[in-house]
């Protein structure tokens, strides 16, 4: 086999390798706090979430984006808002992009590798201060 059918056939399989690994992390997750949906979003990853562990708050409403820097978005439900954004593969089935913290309001950036059953979601400010949870289906 000659070199650019080979050169060809290694540009093909890793085309083929980034849908795959993306269809393995869309679904139905679990972040221990809440259920999130990753989809595909105009050609990268988010997650929105679906459903709260604990949906009120202690006056027994349901809990909203009280913490959102933008004013106008506070009186959103934490149900239904895009927690991952911008979600593009990074290589080693990582994808990198952006993450909302609904309990301080901001946005940091992030990081996600699927790990057997589990995805690994990392949140960081500054790329040295950095939160990771682990989610499970």
């Given amino acids: 086999m000659n070199n650019r059918i080979r ?3 290694l540009l093909g399989s890793m085309a083929l ?3 795959a690994a993306a269809q393995e ?3 139905s997750w679990s972040t221990g706090k809440a259920r999130v949906r990753i989809a595909d979003c105009g050609g990268a990853l988010c997650a929105t979430v679906t459903a709260l ?3 009120n708050d202690a006056d ?3 809990k909203l984006d009280r913490n959102n820097a933008d ?6 439900r934490i149900v239904g808002i895009s927690i991952l ?3 593009k593969p990074a290589g080693d089935g990582t994808w990198k ?15 996600m590798t699927l790990q057997g059953a589990s995805l690994k979601v990392q949140g960081c400010a500054l790329s040295i201060i950095c939160k990771t949870q682990m989610w499970s289906r």
């Fill in 53 to 55: 562990n604990e949906p």
């Fill in 7 to 9: 050169i060809a056939l």
């Fill in 17 to 19: 390798a980034a849908p």
């Fill in 85 to 87: 954004s911008g979600m």
């Fill in 97 to 111: 992009g952006n993450i909302y913290n609904p309990e301080d309001g901001k946005t940091y950036s992030a990081s």
């Fill in 60 to 62: 027994g409403k349901p």
């Fill in 71 to 76: 004013a106008s978005k506070r009186t959103r």
């Fill in 25 to 27: 992390v869309t679904g």
